[in-house]
């Protein structure tokens, strides 16, 4: 990331106004500057000292004039940079693949945001320091010019008294990194609070590990860094400002002794020094100031190389093949998926993969835990990319370039499934939609739901079941062919689990859906035209059933032909 070519690619004039901006404070400040000190040494640039005062105060005015301009200016550009920053980031994350987000975690994801605040500071910072450096210019200049071994002198305790603060800001900059880590781990404890917060309420132990050993522990070092940085900073502004009186006092006292320097250029030189004191000040406070930038640049580049590991194709969702038509088959071929691992570990790999699947089926999803399933769920999906085959939808090869409008084939229900606050796909949820209350009704949820028709949502206070049967809703609102169901049936009550595998599926069969369901409700693998057993990464039986299903002893279900 280079801030020159940022500000260059927002503002083509940006460099040639601050060069401007540039001539003119150092006209405007030089005058000044002159006017002041001539004023108390009686000397006037005119014969008539009448127009001293309105060339000073003339000065002022277009001094005033130019920085409300560019202040309008950088105001703007501030705020268009820091759009442009946090739109690179949402962007980024938009596009990325679903294996970098899992990657990345949700905590450095606000991070990244977090940082684009502290970047989107750097055009009002930047013209202040431009600003100031043109004011310390020119009245280092103006010393020169009337007292050249003063202005050594001067330069020389300004420049010492300089190195000695950046030497003792250096130490900051390795407990800012530190403080900006405790800050990821915050917010990946607190996400695990916030998400698991029933699963803490039935732990002891969960609850007090999560609270004191980490969140609390974590703002304890994070107030005990922010404490002792912020200390040092202060101790550094308190240096700043109490070198001024040191360079005031060696001025006045050591330089008339140590040169020939006059009493009236003491005076000139105090003025000068004491026009200094803000300029440089603001200087000094770019130190820290580029240390926080220098981190936050650092880290949204670790956030824009983890989102490109996998995301370094361009997609644009309006030039890649969509297919049109109704599905006829899904096809997997040689589809192989293959976990990363450790030199020392073997890697878990998922196929190779041969199967088709054809419109109108019903096929179930069986197997332990670890055996493939959900890797398979997440490369049926288009969440994974293979690492080796290929998907054909109606015989047509999925493309890297045509995964989103593959995905967009596909109604999915996850196991851990979503409801989303806003209605971001547009639907019509107004209570006098009459095909949604014929959804609604089919899950049972009619007298449950509560409309709300001013914004167009339904409230999603409800049970996990309900939830997922409204979730239900709005996969069959999407009108899609293929339904993909990941343990939908986990959360429901033994009744309506009943009417979903007995009654539904046979009305989504009905309606033209093929379904591919996740379950371990073996109770109804007779509900099913075939069923897929995975393990070990591979699907090691495929059979219709024909409902052929035996009730052995125990309860035990078992399925002849898997055997």
Known sequence: ??????????????????????????????????????????????????????????????????????????????????????MEVLEKLRHAEFEAFEQLGVEKVFTAISDTRVLGKIPETF?????????????????????????????????????????????????????RDLQNDYYRYLNDML????????????????????????????????ETTAIKYLDNELMGRYSWYIILGLVMYLLPVITDVKTGMVSTFIVTILYLIGPVGTLIT?????????????RLKKYEDTMST???????????????????????????????AKESEKPFVVGPINLEIRKGEVIFIVGGNGSGKSTFIHLLTGLYKPVAGHIYYNENKILLENYPYYSNKLSVIFTQNHLFNEN??????????????????????????????????????LSKGQQKRLAMVYALMEERDVLVLDEWAAEQD??????????????????????????????????????????????CYDRQTNGDIVVAEGSELLIPFLT
Request: net charge positive.
């Open 1 to 86: 990331m280079n801030i020159y070519n940022v500000f260059k690619s927002k503002s083509k004039i940006f460099y040639s106004f601050l060069v401007l901006l540039g001539i003119v404070n150092s006209i405007t400040y030089t005058g000044l500057l002159i006017l002041i000190n001539n004023s108390i040494s009686n000397h006037t640039l005119f014969d008539n000292a009448k127009y001293n005062a309105p060339l000073f105060f003339g000065v002022i005015v277009i001094s005033a004039i130019c920085s409300k301009i560019f202040q309008y200016y950088v105001v703007k550009l501030t705020n268009d940079i820091l759009f442009k920053f946090e």
């Open 127 to 179: 013209i202040n320091a431009f600003n100031s450096a043109i004011i310390v210019l020119c009245c280092m200049g103006y010393m020169f010019i009337n007292s050249p071994i003063g202005g050594v002198f001067i330069l020389g305790v300004i420049v010492f008294l300089l190195l000695v603060y950046l030497k003792r800001n250096k130490g900051i900059e390795t407990e800012l990194n530190k403080l």
């Open 195 to 226: 998400q698991g917060f029933k699963e803490i309420k039935m732990g002891l132990k969960r609850s007090e590990n999560i609270f004191n050993t980490c969140l609390r522990t974590n703002r304890v070092t994070g107030k005990r860094l922010g």
């Open 286 to 298: 770019l130190v820290p100031f580029y240390t926080s930038v220098k981190i936050a640049m650092e």
């Open 310 to 340: 996998i995301t370094e194709r361009d997609i644009s969702y309006n030039s890649a093949l969509d297919f049109n038509g109704d599905f006829q088959s899904l096809r997997f071929e040689q589809l192989t998926y293959e976990y990363a």
């Open 424 to 461: 971001y796909d547009e639907f019509n949820l107004s209570s006098s939609n009459p095909t949604l209350r014929a959804h609604i009704g089919e899950m049972q949820l009619s007298k449950i739901v509560v409309f709300d028709d001013d914004n167009n949502r339904i409230h999603h206070e």
């Open 494 to 539: 033994p009744v309506f689990r009943a009417y979903f595998y007995k009654v539904f599926l046979k009305k989504l069969r009905a309606m033209g859906k093929t379904i591919i369901a996740v379950t371990h409700d073996d109770a109804y693998f007779s509900c099913a035209d075939r069923i897929l057993k995975f393990d070990y990464g591979n699907i």
